[in-house]
């Protein structure tokens, strides 16, 4: 594991228990794309320096009980204030009832579902299959995951819009304004520079259509 481990994939991120779409190993391969994709998305965060110096304070993937101050609060969350206005940080990892969520799932996920889609055979790349199951619109699930992930992870400070959903239809409302309480893992970095000074903040290109097209 890497912070996050099987436990977060469920509900719409839920990896179905079936050999046949393992493409890597059928020795649990959902942990390879967490140990690649959750340090890629907090490197891009992070840059270099600050991910080396994250990492020393994680010992097996979690974080140290007397880790800095600092990443406590990026892992486990922070309110603060900032210009007058309180904000919430929930953080990399938070607990909402019974759900475990974590940006990071949700930037794992995408990569895993998208490898999923297709395997490498004798024949060239392939589409995977599975017995007694019906097709989906693989499009629809990774639009509607990408989209959460931009969410919480960049936000929606942008000429984007605000990116919801109603009745399972995406939406995006051109109009909301920024004064919305709880931030993305970029705004928490450029918020508090101070402790992480020099944050690289790439990122990403941002929401995606039904089409699988960039707004």
Request: charged share 20%.
């Amino acid at each position: 594991m890497y912070l996050i481990d099987e436990s977060y994939f469920i509900q719409e991120l839920t990896i179905p228990k079936n050999d046949s779409l393992d493409v890597i190993t059928n020795e649990n391969p959902l942990n390879l794309f967490i140990d690649r994709y959750a340090r890629l998305l907090l490197t891009n965060a992070l840059g270099i320096t600050l991910f080396a110096e994250f990492e020393t304070n994680l010992t097996n993937g979690e974080l140290k009980q007397d880790s800095s101050e600092k990443w406590k609060d990026l892992v486990n969350g922070k309110t603060y204030t900032e210009s007058g206005v309180t904000k919430v940080w929930k953080g990399l990892l938070f607990i909402e009832g019974a759900f475990k969520g974590s940006v990071l799932a949700y930037y794992v996920y995408y990569h895993w579902y998208l490898r999923q889609m297709t395997q490498m055979s004798g024949f060239g790349e392939v589409k995977g299959g599975s017995v007694n199951a019906s097709s989906i619109n693989e499009t629809d699930t990774l639009v509607r995951i990408w989209n959460k992930f931009i969410e919480m992870y960049q936000g929606s400070n942008t000429v984007y819009g605000t990116y919801s959903e109603i009745n399972g239809v995406p939406f995006y409302d051109y109009y909301a304004n920024n004064n919305t309480q709880n931030v993305s893992l970029l705004q928490f970095l450029s918020d508090n520079q101070e402790n992480y000074p020099d944050a690289l903040l790439r990122a990403e290109e941002g929401f995606i259509n039904n089409f699988g097209l960039w707004l």
